[in-house]
């Protein structure tokens, strides 16, 4: 802390003498934490104890968030080429009346929740030497976010029902049965995307093939 020199000088007709006396605090710290959005608290002790200065959190997913239902279909793709799999593509898509097209509780929140738009697509993917699984996708689009958040804890549910699969509108796979054991799903603001990984009969795929593709549909 500096020191200021002090004159010798007449006060209330008693003479003081010259001397030196501390200057000034220092607020540098406290003015700062204001102006960053810190607030400040003094203790008994004059002390002044900061609590932690706030910034923004990140949303996840930002700088990848998919724009609109057929984007998702679109990245998902190229992943899966990209690592080697053949892959062979169906899709619909419809203005509202999810409620048309999907079952069980999902159906009952669809009747009170309508959605904007839905993306459905199936996919069989495949590699040399090896066996096929179908894939099942739909992307929902509701009108806001909350909406949509609480779409994804319903159907995230197992046993709460979903969009129909679209494999099983195609008779060479209405015998693939979707469990929901292989299941993954994710949100893009109002999208909310589920897929369903199931092998073709006769195929047996492992674990980690199965976790790929899923993984790769999300990334």
């Known amino acids: 802390m500096p020191r200021i020199s002090v004159r010798e000088y007449i006060r209330n007709g008693t003479k003081v003498r010259?001397?030196?006396?501390?200057?000034?605090?220092?607020?540098?710290?406290?003015?700062?934490?204001?102006?960053?959005?810190?607030?400040?608290?003094?203790?008994?002790?004059?002390?002044?104890?900061?609590?932690?200065?706030?910034?923004?959190?990140p949303r996840p997913r930002t700088a990848q968030s998919a724009k609109s239902p057929v984007e998702v279909e679109l990245r998902a793709v190229a992943r899966w080429r990209s690592r080697g799999y053949q892959v062979?593509?169906?899709?619909?898509?419809?203005?509202?009346?999810?409620?048309d097209t999907s079952y069980g509780d999902v159906k009952r929140f669809f009747a009170a929740h309508p959605c904007r738009t839905l993306h459905r697509f199936m996919a069989e993917l495949s590699k040399p030497r090896s066996g096929s699984v179908v894939v099942a996708v739909s992307t929902v689009d509701m009108p806001g976010i909350d909406s949509a958040k609480e779409f994804k804890r319903l159907v995230d549910r197992h046993g709460t029902g979903n969009v129909l699969e679209l494999p099983k509108e195609f008779r060479k796979y209405r015998k693939v049965e979707f469990t929901g054991h292989r299941y993954d799903s994710w949100r893009d603001d109002n999208l909310v995307t589920n897929i369903q990984v199931e092998p073709v009969a006769g195929s047996k795929l492992g674990l980690f093939t199965i976790t790929e593709i899923l993984s790769l549909a999300s990334s």
Do not use: M, N, W
């Open 18 to 57: 010259a001397h030196t006396r501390g200057g000034p605090r220092r607020r540098t710290s406290a003015v700062v934490a204001v102006a960053l959005g810190g607030s400040i608290a003094l203790g008994g002790g004059g002390t002044a104890a900061f609590e932690g200065i706030s910034t923004p959190k």
């Open 88 to 99: 062979e593509v169906q899709e619909r898509s419809q203005l509202g009346a999810c409620d």
